[in-house]
């Protein structure tokens, strides 16, 4: 069977599409697989959006558009690479790239699987805890205060005490991951968000 040349390109424009759409999946889940996407993460959970429903609510609702990444102001939202049920879902990599609370992903998303939240004191996405033995204000190795400068709630979702010892104060604390993204500490942050949602 002969193609013209406009069906012929056609052809070739979808399938380009097509690998182009494949190669970015397989990126994403040798990147951010649900196991290995950020250190911990199934200790700590997985970071959602601010405004995602409970997760088994959440995973129903969400058709894998990617407009919450289009419209997310500081690029922090990725995709789940791989062949789970979370694969193409949007999660937070918090020590590398943070929420900052644009609340634009709640707007952008069709099916109300992230709501729309009218302030980000609303965010709830889970909550930052100081490991006090990493901490260089808490152990005396420094003085800090990274984790409070970044803190878009300071004051309220954190304090500090003497050295700057950051004290988190969980019914302020949003979980945006602000903290943990600042944080000095290399080897292995000294705070971190944990969300309470399961890969499970």
């Keep these: 069977m002969s193609l013209s040349r406009r069906e012929l390109l056609g052809r ?4 380009t599409v097509g690998l ?12 951010h697989a649900p196991t290995a996407f ?3 993460a199934a200790r700590r959970g997985v970071l959602r959006p601010p405004g995602s429903l409970p997760e088994d609510e959440f995973l129903a609702r969400c058709i894998r558009c990617q407009r919450c990444v289009e419209a997310c102001e500081p690029r922090a939202i990725r995709l789940v690479g791989g062949e789970s049920a979370h ?16 609340l634009r992903c709640g707007p952008a998303c069709p099916t109300g699987a ?6 980000r004191s609303d965010a709830a996405m889970g ?29 309220r979702a954190i304090v ?4 700057n010892a950051p004290e988190v104060r969980p019914e302020h604390c949003v979980g945006c991951g602000l903290c943990e993204e600042a944080c000095i500490v290399h080897r292995d942050k000294a705070i971190r968000v944990h969300s309470g949602r399961s890969w499970s």
């Excluded at 190669?23 to 889940?29: N, P, R, T, V």
């Excluded at 992230?114 to 302030?119: H, K, R, Y």
């Excluded at 100081?130 to 152990?139: A, I, M, P, T």
């Design 20 to 31: 182009g759409g494949l190669a970015w999946l397989q990126l994403a889940g040798r990147s």
């Design 114 to 119: 992230i709501a729309i939240l009218a302030d």
């Design 38 to 40: 950020a250190p911990g």
């Design 127 to 155: 909550e930052a805890i100081v490991d006090e033995d990493l901490c260089v204000s808490h152990n005396g190795s420094g003085v800090c205060g990274a984790c409070f400068t970044a803190c878009p709630l300071k004051g």
């Design 12 to 15: 070739l424009g979808l399938a």
């Design 87 to 102: 694969a193409g879902t949007p999660v937070i990599v918090a020590e590398e790239r943070a929420c900052n609370l644009c």
């Design 160 to 163: 500090q005490g003497i050295y």
